[in-house]
């Protein structure tokens, strides 16, 4: 009798601390979610964002499918956010060791370093590409970048800064490399031509909200 009377009184208690200890944990693992992290950055930062949410599985998986794997250089995606093309990049068969991320919020490189940290994350702006670079552990000399991964809003980003973008990005494109971009805008040119790059390939993904644009460019063949 005693004993129960001990369990009736004891229990209920810690099962209402249990519980509210799970709502807790429940909470905190909810706020460090990525869609939570995604819609966090873009209440912070909407025009650097400039996506309603991350992009589908499916418009990833395209952009990593575009990535040659025959050519042994590095792969550099810009603007990682909570790195859903980073993992279709690594499921294509891309090596850890060759891919870097550029990515200019904090909380996002800091996510993007925690979730995948056999590749290296590089925190700043696009825009500092090659400076950036240099920073690349195993960099010897000038990165000459054989893909870059682009899911920056480039038509959000305000002109003069997209300006530099597009100048760094094409400055680090090895000839021969491949720069792919996807884009909202279904129709029209690709921003990067205004850096001299030429479309090579382009294909829409139906599959992503919204429907999204798939550009692939590079260098202009030397005459
Ligand atoms: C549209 S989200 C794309 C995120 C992810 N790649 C995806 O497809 O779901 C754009 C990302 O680019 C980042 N970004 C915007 N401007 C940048 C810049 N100048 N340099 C580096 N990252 C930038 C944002 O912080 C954001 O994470």
Redo the contacts with the bound molecule.
Sequence with gaps: MVALARALAVRPVSAVRKARAGVVRMRRAVSRSPRSLFLR?LMA?PL????IC??SPY??ARMAALVDLADEGWVV??????G??TAALLAHGVPAARLAV????DR?AAHLRQRFPAIQVLH????ELPALLARLDGADGPVRVRHIVS???LLS?PAP?RQR?LQAGAQVLAPGGRLLQ?TYALHGPSPWQQAGLVCQRRERVLANLPPARVDVLAHAPSA
Excluded: C, R, Y
Excluded at 77 to 82: H, P, R, S, V, Y
Excluded at 102 to 105: F, I, L
């Design positions: 950055e930062q650097a964002v400039g996506a991350a992009s418009l990833a995606e810009l603007g990682g956010g909570t859903v093309i550029v990515e200019q919020s996002l700043g702006d696009a825009a899911g920056l809003p980003i800064a973008i996807f």
